[in-house]
Every structure is written in structure tokens, then in C-alpha cells.
């Protein structure tokens, strides 16, 4: 079945410490690739997406992923995390064999803690 | 803050009942989109709304329902609730519904079935 994998569901790291969180999706053909972050009481908001082009994206807040297609993956990396950057992290996909409308595929989520 | 709001916030129903959530979307936006997010899942699709029509759908039984208004505000109907059905309601809303719209979502309502 078609599918957004994310490898650790929980991730703890200290300030100032290098994050990586992987996603891989199943999908052949073209997709469309996002990450959202969902801060502690709030909504769900976008971080970054990738639609063509540069493989390499650039987010708010200092985050980046690579989209490499011959891995299917669309891993989010930043350098120096922060406290403020303790949240629930979800990389989704949306394949192009839903050209006519915008449905989203999620993973199940990481939860990072930046500890202090 | 995105814009698009939920009501209600909470709810609680037993099973077999039916319950109505409520979405307005951004300004300006013509497509809704409903997922449902059980405890320790990512988001999962339910179904698009396009002025007024329904555009597109998840694999959800057709207990699950919807509507969208012509100001573009939709509610998300669902029969004869299940147990696992307990989840939180996310609706997102977009500009319009090609897939390389953005998707805003709103706060959520946290549905719990007894």
C-alpha cells in the first residue's frame, strides 16, 4: 500500500544539537512533498514543501530538507535546535495521481523534545 | 493563527449517535478538506470539498458525510458513531483544490465516542 514512513516516532535532543528526522514515501511518479509542525495547543502549520526543482528547500525557522528522489525520501534537518523548536513534526505527500485535488498523505508524526 | 476555525472545540457522544462539526474556512479559499487524526497517528484524509460539491474522498465509509456551503463553510457528518471513531477533526482549507495549494488547518475538534 501507498505510505509515509517516519522513522522515530520520538527524538530527544539537547539545545544546540544537530536534528535529522526521515521521512520515506512509496509513491512512484511525481509527488508533491511537505512538512508541517504542530507546536504544544496549536494548529497544525507548514514548515516547508517541495514541488519541483531545487532539491534542497529551505523552511521557516531555520529548518531544510532534500528531497532525494532514487531513495523516496524527504529528510528534515537543522542545524542548532532550539527549546522553542519542541513539538510534533509530520511529513506528508500528495502524489500526482491526485492532480485534481489536494489530499494529503501523513506519516504518523515524530515528537521531538529540546531539553534546556 | 491560519484563519480557519472549528466549533466545537470538545465533544462528547455514546455510540450509535450522530454528531455535526463545523468549519469556516480562510478568507478567500474555496476548498475544504476534512481529515480525522486518531491518538498517536498522522492526519488522515476523509474528504475534499469544491464549491459546494464533493471533490474528492478517503477511504471512510459513507457514514462519514459532508457539506459545503456557498460561502464556502463546511460541516463533517457522521452516523452512527463507533468507538473508533474517538478522534481529533482537522479541517484545512486552500485557495483552491489543485494539489499544489497550500492546506491551512484549523485547531481541531477532539471527538470522543463512549
Known amino acids: 500500500a501507498q505510505s509515509v514512513s517516519q522513522h522515530n516516532h520520538h527524538v530527544i535532543l539537547s539545545e544546540a544539537a544537530s536534528l535529522e528526522l526521515g521521512c520515506n514515501y512509496s509513491?512512484?511518479?511525481?509527488?508533491?512533498l511537505f512538512w508541517y509542525v504542530q507546536y504544544p495547543g496549536q494548529h497544525l502549520q507548514l514548515l516547508l514543501k517541495?514541488?519541483?526543482?531545487?532539491?534542497l528547500v529551505k523552511g521557516i525557522k531555520g529548518f531544510e530538507a532534500e528531497f532525494i528522489k532514487s531513495k523516496f525520501s524527504f529528510n528534515l534537518r537543522k542545524p542548532s535546535v532550539q527549546w522553542s523548536d519542541t513539538a510534533e513534526y509530520f511529513c506528508?505527500?500528495?502524489?500526482?495521481?491526485?492532480?485534481?485535488?489536494?489530499?494529503?498523505?501523513f506519516g504518523k508524526g515524530t515528537m521531538l523534545l529540546v531539553s534546556p | 493563527e491560519t484563519g480557519v476555525t472549528q466549533s466545537p472545540t470538545h465533544l462528547i457522544k455514546t455510540r450509535g449517535q450522530q454528531v455535526t462539526l463545523r468549519c469556516s474556512s480562510q478568507s478567500g479559499h474555496n476548498t475544504v478538506s476534512w481529515y480525522q487524526q486518531a491518538l498517536g497517528q498522522g492526519p488522515q484524509f476523509i474528504f475534499q470539498y469544491y464549491r459546494e460539491e464533493e471533490n474528492g474522498r478517503g477511504n471512510f465509509p459513507p457514514r462519514f458525510s459532508g457539506l459545503q456551503f456557498p460561502n464556502y463553510s463546511s460541516e463533517l457528518n457522521v452516523n452512527a458513531l463507533e468507538l473508533d471513531d474517538s478522534a481529533l477533526y482537522l479541517c484545512a482549507s486552500s485557495l483552491n483544490r489543485g494539489r499544489n495549494n497550500e492546506q491551512f488547518f484549523g485547531p481541531g475538534t477532539r471527538l470522543t465516542v463512549l
Open positions: 506528508a505527500v500528495n502524489p500526482s495521481q491526485y492532480s485534481g485535488y489536494s489530499t494529503l498523505t
Open positions: 509513491y512512484g511518479g511525481t509527488v508533491n
Open positions: 517541495y514541488f519541483s526543482g531545487d532539491p
